[in-house]
């Protein structure tokens, strides 16, 4: 038997001390709990894994196509990039997160599904800031080929697009911003975003206008700790099918 509580590793980030914990909750059943921190402030649970999972599955449900290329920004447990890989579209998934040791952490199976992502050839880790290579599509998001357009890109790394992991974040969600990476999708792509709150108005209104056509969904979940529904979100945006300069890919 597990024990009920356990650090698995600790080390400090340009963000602060990040650190995996594997707990039991005996109220709970049987099962292995993981969890990620930074400094005080929880970021994930392997509890809470419906939305993460929503945002691949919804966002994917909107691409046109076979033999897809897709983005996923931020890493995390890996929930959302292993419900990518579901797909058996996917030609290549590039899942881009800031933090190395987080790619250590899978690289190392150190978490559950580290396994699942390491086995399979289609998936690559990127070391880099999503948010930097989102607003320069002349590089982009693959070190190996500079400008590359993809299918769909999936976004998990902030609270919501009014809270973010890191102030620096904030700059992104602009319609010039939202505009550079949104070069970097093919005609008809998907930008999918996952959110801890209900659709904001305001945020729907600035996918708008960067975006074709722009849908909300909420995702409800059951939630132990309040014996109760709670609910998670994510916006799905879809790319015009003619690109801005004229020319496909």
Known sequence: ??????EIDSQSSPLGEISLRRRRIPALGDRDIY??????????????????????????????????????????????????LKDDRISELLVVEALDTVIGWHNDELVPLGKTLNADTRNRYVHGSFFDMATAPDTGFDPENPGRRFDAILLDIDHSPTEYLNAANAGFYTTDNLALMAEQLNPGGVFAMWSQNLPEERFEALLKTVFETVESHVVSFYNPFLSGESTNSVYVCVKGSVSDSGDGQ
């Open 35 to 84: 969890e990620v921190k930074l400094g005080e402030e929880f970021l994930m649970s392997s509890m809470f894994v419906e939305a993460e999972e929503a945002l691949s599955r919804l966002g994917l449900a909107q691409v046109q196509g076979d033999k897809l290329n897709v983005v996923v920004g931020g890493l995390g447990l890996g929930y959302t990039a292993v419900a990518a």
């Open 1 to 6: 038997m597990s024990k009920l509580f356990e």
